[in-house]
């Protein structure tokens, strides 16, 4: 199983990106799916997920910012991120868990500036 995440860039404060990360097997096929950050310095923390019903969760840090939704028939998860802050300048991966095992994408880098 293979997750290829995409759509890093370079923004100013305020403005916005959508991440796609796109599954070799069927989104639905995954119990959770979901966006990890980890910034020069710190350590990987959590962003938000989508779980195979369709419920999403999101750190305090994003939340009413950032939104994730899936196309089912093209494999694919999105986060769209609004509203961006220096702060949120990190490596995004994707991590989905099918059953008991977890799966991570390679990283798109994300930076913001002020």
């Known amino acids: 199983v293979q997750l290829q995440a995409s759509g890093g860039g370079s923004v100013q404060a305020g403005g916005s990106l959508r991440l796609s990360c796109v599954a070799s097997?069927?989104?639905?096929?995954?119990?959770?799916i979901g966006w990890y950050r980890q910034a020069p310095g710190n350590q990987r923390e959590f962003v938000g997920r989508?779980?195979?019903?369709?419920?999403?969760d999101y750190a305090d840090s994003v939340k009413d910012r950032f939104t994730i939704s899936r196309d089912i028939r093209k494999n694919t998860m999105y986060l769209q991120m609004e509203r961006l802050r220096p702060e949120d300048t990190a490596v995004y991966s994707c991590?989905?868990?099918?059953?008991?095992?977890?799966?991570w994408g390679q990283g798109t880098q994300v930076t913001v500036s002020s």
């Open positions: 097997r069927s989104i639905s096929s995954f119990k959770t």
């Open positions: 991590n989905g868990y099918r059953g008991t095992v977890g799966y």
């Open positions: 989508i779980t195979a019903g369709g419920d999403t």
